[in-house]
């Protein structure tokens, strides 16, 4: 740690030590007070809100601002996902194919809603209605790299000199708002109808709440980290392909289809040739690295939270976060459970849904993770909401926003 210029900066091996620290703090508050567990709200971001709370009250009476090498915060996010595609294979995505086709549409006609929510508060406020934007899909749906990538365009092309300030304020509310809201709805949804898993497999994410003594040897946890590694290799290589090409990508998709690959090639035969691993074992370590993995990615992007930046745009962005709020909630109760099946897989999806719409990926699987861990399994849902919204989503934002631009240029 370093203080500097009234900075204090944490390194890569504070803040990811912080962060397990931040996790902790987060399950013991969770296991206190649970109201917290019956509205499925994630542990680390129960610890990493009051972390960022507490910061933003250091910066306010001593005048001192935190900041974090985040460099172990995108590590965990390409092991989470790489664990994903592990768990997952070929005819999982061929099981989802029209459920993920569904889910795709419907969060579309939402994204186009979204940016509708925003222009129109904007005005309301007597803003400029482009700014609107950046409190729809550029900063809710596309998240704070979304928002820092289009601030530039906003401000050369449109004069909106604190577009970079507006759209961190969104993303950051916005982030705040999907980790309470999913696992609430699918709480409510699962108590109301009275739903269930239909099978009892084995977590996608960590273990659930009845299961807590489950074994693993040194074995089968190493033999998930070497497919995890072996995948990520894999995902660099399709990664820096892609790129050739003019098609960038997040690494944490790219490795997750390696995963997938790997799981539907390789670990049929392997499991089949090599009688004295215990498949079933590295199974359950990759669930368990996923649980990690996702904590401490989440934990570090809510501690890090620079709450004091937005505090002079808190008004109208307050009421524009609300106002999507309301809006995304609904849409999940009364149109993505509907169409999804009105099943328990429908009711974790509208977590995840949850996340997509206010928040991020990791706030997504964290909202589910939340509710399987409780309820039980869903593969499905683990399976169909990060192809939606880490991969098909962020091409179609690129074109919504653009066309949105365009609109407003003409």
């Known amino acids: 740690m370093e203080l500097t210029d009234n900075i204090l900066a944490f390194k890569s091996f504070y803040a990811l030590t912080l962060a397990i620290i931040v996790l902790f703090i987060g399950k013991a508050l969770n296991f206190r007070f649970t109201v917290l567990q019956d509205f499925n709200i994630p542990e680390p971001v129960v610890g990493g809100l009051l972390f960022s709370i507490f910061f933003a009250i250091i910066h306010f009476s001593l005048g001192i601002s935190v900041e974090f090498d985040l460099a172990a915060r995108d590590i965990m996010l390409v092991y ?5 595609g ?3 294979n070929v005819m ?5 194919g029209k459920p993920l086709l569904v889910l795709l549409l419907a969060t579309i006609f939402y994204m186009i809603l979204q940016n509708i929510i ?3 508060v904007a005005s309301i406020f007597g803003l400029e209605p482009i700014i609107g934007l950046l409190g729809g899909t550029v900063s809710l749906i596309g998240g704070h790299g979304t928002a820092i990538a289009w601030a530039p365009t906003f401000v050369e092309k449109y004069g909106i000199h604190n577009a970079m300030e507006i759209g961190i304020a969104c993303a950051t509310f916005g982030l705040i ?3 309470l809201m999913g696992g609430p709805i699918a709480s409510y949804l699962i108590k109301k109808h009275d739903l269930k ?3 009892h497999e084995v977590q996608d994410v960590g273990l659930a709440y ?3 003594d489950s074994k693993i040897d040194y074995m089968g946890f190493l033999h998930a980290i070497l497919g995890i590694h072996f995948s990520v290799m894999i995902g660099m290589i399709f990664n820096e392909t892609l790129e050739e090409m003019g098609l960038k990508l997040p690494l944490f998709v790219t490795c997750l289809f390696a995963g997938i690959l790997i799981s539907s090639i390789v670990t049929p035969y392997a499991s089949k040739k090599i009688k004295w691993l215990d498949w079933y074992q590295r199974k359950t370590a990759l669930a368990l690295i996923a649980d990690i993995s996702l904590g401490i990615f989440l934990a570090m992007s809510l501690m890090s939270m620079q709450l004091w930046v937005i505090v002079d745009l808190a008004g109208p962005i307050i009421t524009m976060i609300i106002a999507q709020f309301v809006v995304a909630a609904s849409v999940a109760l009364f149109i993505i459970y509907k169409i999804m099946g009105r099943n328990y897989d429908a009711a974790v999806i509208c977590s995840g849904f949850g996340g997509i719409s206010l928040g991020s990926t990791a706030t997504a699987m964290a909202n589910m993770t939340a509710v399987t861990q409780r309820y039980g399994t869903s593969h499905l849902a683990f399976v169909i909401v990060p192809l939606v919204c880490a991969f098909f989503i962020d091409l179609v934002n690129v074109v919504l926003i653009q066309s949105t631009l365009a609109y407003f240029s003409a």
């Open 92 to 96: 999982d995505l061929v099981k989802g």
């Open 86 to 88: 592990l768990n997952s």
């Open 177 to 179: 708002f999907a980790s």
């Open 197 to 199: 898993p239909e099978g």
């Open 118 to 120: 925003g222009i129109s």
């Open 80 to 84: 989470f996902f790489t664990t994903i």
């Open 210 to 212: 009845d299961e807590k």
